[in-house]
């Protein structure tokens, strides 16, 4: 089991801004593509922002602008910076990592609550 550790959520006003990050058990040197999902319950869970192993990054229209996604590899840590944050994007944020295992990896997710 590969162990994918988040932290940073927490409870920001609109416009504030918040960084999360996730550090797995292996190195992000054998990822073949990281990121993070969110999930609002009752709702499927969405893409937020994704990076390929030569550095792509993919953002939907909802972030794009706002979220940047980066990668430490000296920390084996992803990172995900999120400014002006607004209500709608209020979720539950989970980092995973496709490592060419049977299933995805997840994180443990972390509440990101935007609310004045």
């Known amino acids: 089991q590969v162990q994918l550790v988040e932290s940073g959520g927490g409870l920001v006003q609109p416009g504030g801004s918040l960084r999360l990050s996730c550090t797995p058990s292996?190195?992000?040197?054998?990822?073949?593509?990281m990121g993070w999902y969110r999930q609002v319950p009752g709702k499927q869970r969405t893409a937020v922002a994704t990076i390929s192993p030569g550095g792509n990054t993919d953002y939907p229209d909802s972030v794009r602008g706002r979220f940047t996604i980066s990668r430490n590899n000296a920390r084996n840590t992803i990172y995900l910076q999120m400014n002006n944050l607004q209500p709608e994007d209020t979720a539950v944020y989970y980092c995973?990592?496709?490592?060419?295992?049977?299933?995805?990896?997840w994180g443990q997710g972390t509440q990101v609550t935007v609310s004045s």
């Open positions: 995973f990592a496709d490592f060419g295992r049977n299933s995805l990896s």
């Open positions: 292996v190195s992000i040197f054998t990822a073949y593509a």
